[in-house]
């Protein structure tokens, strides 16, 4: 069984940036593919970026491209978002997930493919 544990979140201002971390124990060797999603209040949980655990590829959202990088850390065990040019759009809990088997690119932004799941953690940008 793999733990991931989400932090870094905050409030920021419009424009503003914030980088948020995730730890896997467990089994995170095992990972393919690792991911951010975020859900704002009363919306369904919606792909933010993810990247292959080996080789570093990363995907991105129409929505952030441009203005969030994703990456890892293999020795450590750690994902990071760097999100930068924050708006009030971005305001969500943000969720750290990882899934073990390989999958097609295009399937890497869907949520029911990831095995496990952190808690979240808030992003708050103001206007």
Known sequence: QQQLVESGGGRVQAGG???LSCAASGRSFD???????????????????AIRWL???PYYAESVKGR??????TAKNTMSLEMTSL?????????CAARRQALHAAA??????YDSWGQGTQVTVSS
């Not at 009030?88 to 943000?94: E, G, I, W």
């Open 17 to 19: 940036s914030l980088r």
């Open 31 to 49: 990972n393919y593919a690792m991911a951010w999603f975020r859900q704002a209040g009363g919306k369904d949980r919606e792909f933010v970026a």
């Open 55 to 57: 080789g570093g590829t």
């Open 68 to 73: 969030f990088a994703i990456s890892r850390d």
């Open 87 to 95: 708006k009030p759009d971005d305001t969500a809990v943000y969720f």
């Open 108 to 113: 890497l932004g869907t949520a029911v493919h």
